[in-house]
């Protein structure tokens, strides 16, 4: 297998951006313990959250751990020191680490957690290659990445899942010991990762703290107990994942600096946005992302483009953080109401107005299209969704439209149940053009066990013909992409609320390249 040569240049981000310095080690395989005794205590077993990496770039991704020997220690700190930890990693062309590629030393800090970020640099594209780390003696599990093919390469194939809502005392993760056993380029997670609040569920899940979260202590052990699930551990470290947030990272419904309507403290809009802060740092200290995802107090930029040869680009969309607040149906058609913000919308439309891939897909949390939950002339629509933004998701429509872009396909989380929608020209026309294709995801286990349809699905199918395609079991979406066609199969699970679960083909839908809708594969 190609491999990079130890000689090339590699980014280290520690878990302080201040460290930044970059740090080679000779290329040579580990023994099982450190050759040079810690000066103090030793920490025993600190990869207790395993290992990750994230956005792939064709010359390297960013590799991730977080140091926590007791990662359910009530104040946050994961059973470690208040000192910095050196922490060793290698990065191999093959799976007995025989082949160093590139290795080096980072730093853990407390302030940060105690996680680390190597941001590598120097690899060869489209490339797998294993990873690890070594801290206090300890080696981690092994980790399986991917780098990402040549800009401008024309690649024949690329396969990737993408899931969402994870809700841990609603059920069991079986669909990630499904997912980690794939062959996927790219795991896109489309938000809700955790969850806020205090359930407890009846499965032996519950949340820890055992009430709503709102300290950096709080948010740090409600992300390692998520963390510490073996079915999740597999399938982060079986591919590189791509990550955004949507509002039960931070809490429920929240839009921009304004909490959902309640009796907290958080109702002045200044302490929720420190709230936020603390909930977004965390969120950065858990997951695989780059330096200029790095948030800085309450803001976090999380909105970027992921390219793959000519075949894919991704564009990884925020629609929480800068968002009006919600409103009923008569003021949804308000012109100046955003979702997106005006920053991130000139920065969409300039990117898919210009050179782009063969395939674009926007990777965003919520419900795109026109959803309409009730019969007969009256509305009900999704005040948490594009719905409640009419006039600037419409604009987005029309954009992708007027500027050529090719393929536009939406992937969304958010609702825990499957989607087929053909995106229309005018939603209120059935007969009008359709522009693009958007796929909706289910949950991993968020909302239990499940339905094959609820009564209301006949509903919106009639007054949303646009609408192909409803099921409400649990599980993940399955895309291989190729040069003429993309084939999504909604993979589920019967149940979550006890292990075992066999994985379910329920449906598979095509789209051909030039043709926007879906056919029923």
């Not at 519950?206 to 107990?225: C, K, M, N, T």
């Not at 039960?248 to 009796?263: C, L, Q, R």
């Not at 149906?329 to 990117?351: C, M, N, S, V, Y």
């Not at 679960?501 to 043709?515: K, M, N, S, W």
């Amino acid at each position: 297998m190609p491999h990079a040569s130890p000689s090339r240049r590699v980014f280290l981000t520690g878990t302080a951006a201040a460290a930044g310095a970059s740090v080679l080690l000779p290329s040579t395989a580990w023994a099982t313990t450190s050759t040079t005794a810690p000066a103090a205590p030793r920490i025993s077993d600190p990869f207790t959250l395993g290992v990750a990496s994230g956005d792939p770039w064709p010359d390297g991704v960013v590799l991730w751990t977080r140091l926590a020997p007791e990662p359910l220690a009530l104040d946050g700190r994961g059973g470690m020191p208040d000192r910095d930890i050196t922490v060793e990693w290698q990065v191999a062309a093959d799976e007995g680490f025989r082949k160093i590629a590139q290795s080096g030393r980072s730093v853990a800090r407390p302030e940060s957690g105690h996680s680390v970020h190597v941001e590598l640099s120097g690899l060869r594209p489209g490339t797998d290659y294993f990873y690890r780390f070594r801290a206090e003696g300890e080696i981690s599990p092994e980790g399986r990445t991917r780098t990402a093919p040549r800009l401008g390469s024309s690649p024949e194939r690329f396969a990737f899942a993408f899931a969402s809502c994870q809700n841990r005392p609603d059920g069991h993760y079986t669909a990630y010991a499904h997912m980690a056993r794939e062959d996927l380029d790219l795991v896109a997670f489309l938000g809700d990762y955790i969850y806020e609040g205090p359930a407890q569920g009846s499965l032996g899940r519950g949340h820890l703290p055992v009430s709503e979260i709102f300290s950096l202590a709080d948010y740090r052990v409600r992300h390692a107990q998520y963390r510490s699930d073996p079915d999740l551990q597999a399938a982060h470290a079986a591919f590189p994942w791509a990550l955004v947030f949507d509002d039960h990272e931070v809490e429920n419904n929240w839009a921009s600096d304004i909490s959902e309507p309640d009796t907290e403290p958080d109702q002045d809009r200044a302490v929720f946005l420190e709230r936020r802060a603390r909930a977004f740092q965390v969120y950065y200290e858990h997951m695989p992302l780059r330096r200029e995802q790095r948030p800085k107090g309450p803001d976090m930029r999380v909105y970027r483009r992921l390219r793959f040869g000519d075949l894919m680009d991704f564009y990884m969309l925020d629609t929480r953080q800068y968002r009006d607040d919600q409103v009923p149906d008569e003021q949804r058609d308000d012109p100046d109401r955003t979702i997106l913000g005006a920053e991130q919308r000139k920065w969409l439309f300039r990117r898919t107005a210009g050179r782009t891939g063969r395939w674009n897909v926007l990777a965003q949390q919520v419900f795109f299209s026109q959803r309409d939950t009730v019969s007969g002339p009256g509305t009900n629509f999704s005040d948490d969704a594009w719905d409640d933004y009419l006039v600037e998701r419409d604009a987005v429509r029309d954009h992708l439209t007027e500027a050529g872009t090719r393929n536009p396909v939406v992937i969304t989380g958010d609702v825990h149940a499957s989607y087929v929608s053909d995106i229309k020209a005018d939603f209120n026309d059935a007969a009008s053009r359709t522009v693009g294709t958007e796929l909706v995801g289910t949950s991993i286990s968020s909302g239990g066990d499940g339905v094959e349809q609820n009564p209301g699905d006949l509903v919106q199918l009639a007054e949303n013909p646009h609408i192909k395609y409803i099921n409400r079991r649990r599980g993940y979406v399955r895309n291989v992409v190729t040069r003429d066609a993309w084939t999504a199969t909604y993979r589920t699970v019967d149940f979550v609320t006890r292990p075992g679960a066999p994985l379910v083909d329920r449906a598979t839908f095509t789209i051909e390249d030039g043709h926007p809708g879906v056919v029923s594969a």
